[in-house]
């Protein structure tokens, strides 16, 4: 079981970027998907969060501005973030909490992409 996400780069501020995850592997269910941040010499932090019915929890910083969705049927998360900001720059992680072939609840962790904004 495996998350892969995709989708960071460079960009101006007030641009946009979307970020795509999606789970893989032998999974017997999903439950919250979500995305966090780390920022060099900071500690990681959460984004965005979304459970299987669709509740959805945001950091305030990025209320407005980010939108996170999941497409449960293809067992994917995405984050589409506009009016970016340099205080987005960041490794973006995006995480799952998985059921496993072996029954096994685990939190799964994305490899991390960069996002990258100018001023």
């Known amino acids: 079981v495996q998350l892969q996400a995709s989708g960071g780069g460079l960009v101006q501020a007030g641009e946009s970027l979307r970020l795509s995850c999606t789970a893989s592997?032998?999974?017997?269910?999903?439950?919250?998907m979500g995305w966090y941040r780390q920022a060099p010499g900071k500690q990681r932090e959460l984004v965005a969060t979304?459970?299987?019915?669709?509740?959805?929890t945001y950091r305030d910083s990025v209320k407005g501005r980010f939108t996170v969705s999941r497409d449960n049927a293809k067992n994917t998360v995405d984050l589409q973030m506009n009016s970016l900001k340099p205080e987005d720059t960041a490794l973006y992680y995006c995480?799952?909490?998985?059921?496993?072939?072996?029954?096994?609840?685990?939190?799964?962790w994305g490899q991390g992409t960069q996002v990258t904004v100018s001023s």
């Open positions: 592997g032998r999974i017997l269910g999903i439950n919250d």
């Open positions: 995480k799952a909490f998985m059921q496993d072939g072996d029954n096994r609840w685990t939190n799964y």
């Open positions: 979304i459970t299987t019915g669709g509740r959805i």
